[in-house]
């Protein structure tokens, strides 16, 4: 009896700590995903960017695509799968993704919308010429900073 | 009495007196103000260029809800945490009911208006080099914003840093004597001084302090810890910034890095304000920030 007690309490250590390692594992391999995502969306702002401050001749074709890329990861970034417990700066090292996002989760979504949006509307002016686009620039870039300004942590 | 105790009192009075009459709060004379007339149109880059908003709108307030001056941010430092106060136009709980010699004294000497000292954490010792018109102008456009009925909260400071007579002292330590950059500057550059060392207050942020709170001033916008002890406020001399002037002024307005990465933190507000300055004052801004001595 006491063999299978602690047979049993073996089997549901071991069970805990794997399922302990593979909820890091998983936490870091989210975290991965959306430092990826957030690179994507920095190589897309690259190409719209260097339009807008001259340094790369505008084209219509380009340009829109890139604002098309930067919704695209825009909306895999919203995805809530990428955003679960246990993924913050207390969690991880890796992150800078701060605690106060579970905290406040329906202002973090909003904040996210408000970046799809942005996208959007930068698609709609990149493709309609240089200075539309060079405008979209602003409120884009405040879209960006909304979620930077209170949910991303400061480098060290 | 012993001789000896008779002079440790004499001692003790002097020395008492002469704390009392260096911590004398400042002044601006009736004379400074005389016929001064706001141009409110004229105070609303001015207003962003002060970067108002970013302290005083109420905390979280995006948007048109930024000229809504209610107050009510924190801003935890080694000393304590200051809230910022509503100054709305409201008469009885915001600035609505003050002079504009009222207002020029606490904006330019720190002082409130029952004629105590205010602390450092607002930024008057980089508005003292604001032109009087200038703050007239700014005054005549806060005056022009919603009013809000939030009453200011008190700031949450411990003993000794709560006797505001003290403040006397730290500004005839700290209080800043002309420019920081001083020398042979173009006329942009000058404007961009004036952008960054008085109405900006950059340096309020960007320079580190000492024990007591003062500026490290050969250490100007050299980068410092952040006062609520969370990460670093970066040094935006030539010795660590080498964006280029262009840069620097596009993500005055956009909040892009020269590499696309974005704002954050504070700055990230600060952005909010310096997008909607003239173009102009975003290229004299980094103008200066080419001319400031290097930090290391």
Redesign the interface.
Known sequence: MLKNASRASLFAIAFLGAGAAFAATHAVEVQESREAIMKEMGKSLGVLGKMAKGQLDYDAATATAAATALKDAAEKAHDPALWPEGTDTMSIDETRAMPDIWDNMADFEAKGAALIEASIAMEAAAAEGLQPMQAAMGNLGGSCGGCHKVYRAPEE | MPPFLRWIIALALLGAGVFWVVTIPGDVSENEVAGLEGDPERGEPLFWAAGCANCHAAP?A?GEARLVLAGGQKFPSGFGTFLAPNISPDPEHGIGAWSLREVARAMTKGVGRNGAHLYPAFPYNSYDMAQVQDVADIYAYVMTLPADATPSQPHEVGFPFNIRRSLGGWKLLFQREGWMVAGDLSEQQQRGRYLVEALGHCGECHTPRNALGGWQSAKWLGGAA?PDG???IPNITPGALDWSE??IA?YL????TP????????M??V??ST?KLPPEDRAAIAAYLKAVPAVN
Not at chain 2, 259 to 266: L, T
């Open positions: 979280g995006e952040s969370k990460g670093r262009a840069d596009y307005e956009t909040g892009f590499d696309f990465d974005s704002a954050g933190g504070e990230a507000v952005v909010q997008a």
